[in-house]
């Protein structure tokens, strides 16, 4: 599984909590920041890069960076053959990305790369390293800037794993512990999960988009509540 942010602190934000989920059940996955996250008011690449480290080892994942630049990333075919190279590099399966609809020009980037990138990662004939691949599944992930209400395509239940993630966020001291205002972004997001988790019966669930259909084998692969009386 690849899990790609426009910034380090992105994924953890967004699914910090399935990531860690994942990785329990035994799968390989692998956080990829498009940039360094950098500048910001109360950071800089050396301090983010240790953040986004620790952030990293809290949640069991290796982290891989692309090296665009913070801000002005845009969706070019050179952009597009560096992220199919690591598609590629890692023979993925799975690929998270930002949900599509964003304030932020980079997330909206990053997001069009991505799913452009899954379809360069299968040629044949090509220049790009490693044995073609074509990546079975592409979902979004919401950490969006838009002061939007999800409206997902399947909640992921990550009760027991809420702990993991606000300790992956908060890892980021110069983002969400120094700026006093964004201190509340830990909360929302928390409130968050526990809201979409009651949709399910859960303590805590993450909301995730699909523009594929999912297919089931039986409706006893659903997780829910009944209906209240």
């Known amino acids: 599984m690849l899990v790609f942010g426009p910034h380090p602190d992105d994924q953890e934000l967004g699914m910090g909590g399935s990531i860690a989920r994942f990785v329990d059940q035994g799968h390989d996955v692998v956080l990829v920041d498009m940039t360094d996250g950098e500048p910001t008011p109360m950071g ?123 300790a992956a966020i908060v890892a980021y001291d110069s983002q969400f512990v120094k700026p006093e205002a964004n201190r509340r972004v830990v909360e929302w997001v928390e409130h968050a999960g526990a809201y979409f988790g009651s949709r399910i019966g859960a303590e805590a669930a993450e909301p995730f988009f699909a523009r594929e259909p999912i297919g089931l084998q039986g409706l006893d692969q659903v997780v829910g509540v009944a209906a209240p009386l």
């Open 44 to 166: 800089d690449p050396e301090t983010r890069a240790a953040e986004a480290a620790a952030a990293a080892d809290l949640l069991g994942v290796r982290r891989v960076q692309v090296g665009l630049p913070n801000r002005r990333v845009q969706h070019t075919l050179e952009a597009r053959h560096a992220v199919a190279g690591i598609i590629r590099e890692h023979q993925a399966d799975v690929l998270f990305v930002p949900y599509p609809e964003d304030a932020h020009p980079d997330h909206i980037a990053t997001t069009r790369i991505v799913e452009d990138a899954r379809f360069d990662a299968k040629l044949t004939k090509t220049d790009l390293p490693g044995e073609p691949v074509y990546p079975t599944w592409l979902f979004h992930y919401y950490c969006t800037h838009l002061r939007i209400v999800p409206s997902p395509s399947f909640l992921l239940d990550i009760s027991g794993y809420q702990d993991r993630k606000r």
